[in-house]
T-cell receptor
Framework: NAGVMQNPRHLVRRRGQEARLRCSPM?????VYWYRQLPEEGLKFMVY????????ESGMPKERFSAEFPKEGPSILRIQQVVRGDSAAYFC????????????FGPGTRLLVL | AQSVSQHNHHVILSEAASLELGCNYS??????LFWYVQYPGQHLQLLLK??????LVKGIKGFEAEFIKSKFSFNLRKPSVQWSDTAEYFC???????????FGAGTRLFVKA
């Protein structure tokens, strides 16, 4: 029973490029959450998605960041025109319907912007 | 706004020493509480959680935590640490019925062999 999967595990981008981070939830989970961990800080909530719907994106930066969770395929967190301050670990979590309090975390994607 | 405070950013212990990591949260309603561990280079793992019932919660690897509602605290304890417990520990809270997990800044534990 595979857990939450994220890829890539490590991603290096130059300033101005785009970063695409993927998250496949656990089997049977239809809710996905993205968190960001900046250096020396705890994880901070970014966005909560269900299939084809963004439920809450109050933690997402207003510009350059977007997220989707299509009907088929993984959830994607996209960062356009990356800057050095975007360097962080990005964690995805998933939960089954009706149990948003029980979130299972993936291994994270470590993004480094040069 | 909800927040989680972890008192120590870095802790250094010798093997067999006892561990207590402090965690306080601010929220007036009913909450669910968690402790996660992140070993070097690995992903977050759930150590234990409290939803309701007995405020003394036992988790994996000999860890336990006590929820003290009057103090808004959920401290993590282990009677005797091992070198393999070297990791970063995160306290987290989510309000009942909510979905935003609020994390503390983490405590890095280093256990000397």
């Amino acid at each position: 029973n595979a857990g939450v999967m994220q890829n890539p595990r490590h991603l290096v981008r130059r300033r101005g490029q785009e970063a695409r981070l993927r998250c496949s939830p656990m089997k049977g989970h239809s809710h996905v959450y993205w968190y960001r961990q900046l250096p020396e800080e705890g994880l901070k909530f970014m966005v909560y998605l269900q299939k084809e719907n963004i439920i809450d994106e109050s933690g997402m930066p207003k510009e350059r960041f977007s997220a989707e969770f299509p009907k088929e395929g993984p959830s994607i967190l996209r960062i356009q025109q990356v800057v050095r301050g975007d360097s962080a670990a990005y964690f995805c979590a998933s939960s089954p319907p009706g149990a948003a309090e029980t979130q299972y975390f993936g291994p994270g994607t470590r993004l480094l912007v040069l | 706004a909800q927040s989680v405070s972890q008192h120590n950013h870095h802790v250094i212990l010798s093997e067999a020493a006892s561990l207590e990591l402090g965690c306080n949260y601010s929220y007036g309603g009913t909450v669910n509480l968690f402790w996660y561990v992140q070993y070097p280079g690995q992903h977050l793992q759930l150590l234990l959680k409290y939803f309701s019932g007995d405020p003394l919660v036992k988790g994996i690897k000999g860890f336990e935590a006590e929820f003290i509602k009057s103090k808004f605290s959920f401290n993590l304890r282990k009677p005797s640490v091992q070198w393999s417990d070297t990791a970063e520990y995160f306290c987290a809270v989510i309000n009942t019925g909510g979905f935003k997990t609020i994390f503390g800044a983490g405590t890095r534990l280093f256990v000397k062999a």
